[in-house]
């Protein structure tokens, strides 16, 4: 069965270091999407992405964040220059399409910002 | 603004007893309904949908409009049913989920 895949499973880093965290999604699935889930909190949105371009972010999607599909399969999410509070699980989905709206998760990237 | 509410952290029931996990929501248009389950280690998958109105692996869930509610339901808890539960709506202006704060069920032999 297909699944949606996140690199690396966990991520150390340095506050003001650029990290990207890197996602696979499912082959024929249209829509993807990050969302992150700071310890103890609930699972938040942060942007979704469709036909090349961004379609929906939210307040914590900031200039600091960005979203690339450089090669039409991988799914990247950039924090320019960490916080400490970026520490969080960073989960990627993705979604069929508009008349199957499941999401599909993957294993999550757990990022701490030291 | 769109918002989902479970009121349980922390469920703990025995092997065999009913289990219900609470869910409302807020939101003033026609929300889409989900649950989710993560057991452990595991990846975030769907358990059920309101619109598909199916029982999956027991459990069951009613949209109630009035009530604003989404309370999934199994009348006979199994140990392998251990999980973190997260209720979420989607809305029908986007694609984006809004998930409640999530709810460990914990079933006791």
């Known amino acids: 069965e297909p699944e949606v895949t996140q690199t690396p499973s966990h991520q150390v880093t340095q506050m003001g270091q650029e990290v990207i965290l890197r996602c696979v999604p499912i082959s024929n699935h249209l829509y993807f999407y990050w969302y992150r889930q700071i310890l103890g909190q609930k699972v938040e949105f942060l942007v979704s992405f469709y036909n090349n371009e961004i379609s929906e972010k939210s307040e914590i999607f900031d200039d600091q964040f960005s979203v690339e599909r450089p090669d039409g399969s991988n799914f990247t999410l950039k924090i320019r220059s960490t916080k400490l509070e970026d520490s969080a699980m960073y989960f990627c989905?993705?979604?069929?399409?508009?008349?199957?709206?499941?999401?599909?998760f993957g294993q999550g990237t757990r990022l701490t910002v030291v | 603004a769109q918002r989902v509410t479970q009121p349980e952290k922390l469920l703990s029931v025995f092997k065999g007893a009913p289990v219900e996990l609470k869910c409302n929501y807020s939101y003033s248009g026609s929300p889409e309904l989900f649950w989710y389950v993560q057991y452990s280690r595991q990846r975030l998958q769907l358990l059920l949908r309101?619109?598909s109105r199916e029982s999956i692996k027991g459990f069951t869930a009613d949209l109630n409009k009035g009530e604003t509610s989404f309370h999934l339901k199994k009348p006979f808890a199994q140990e392998e049913d251990s999980a973190m539960y997260y209720c979420a709506l989607r809305s029908n202006a986007g694609n984006m989920l809004t998930f409640g704060g999530g709810t460990r069920l914990m079933v006791k032999p």
């Open positions: 989905a993705s979604i069929p399409g508009q008349a199957n709206t499941e999401a599909f």
């Open positions: 309101h619109i």
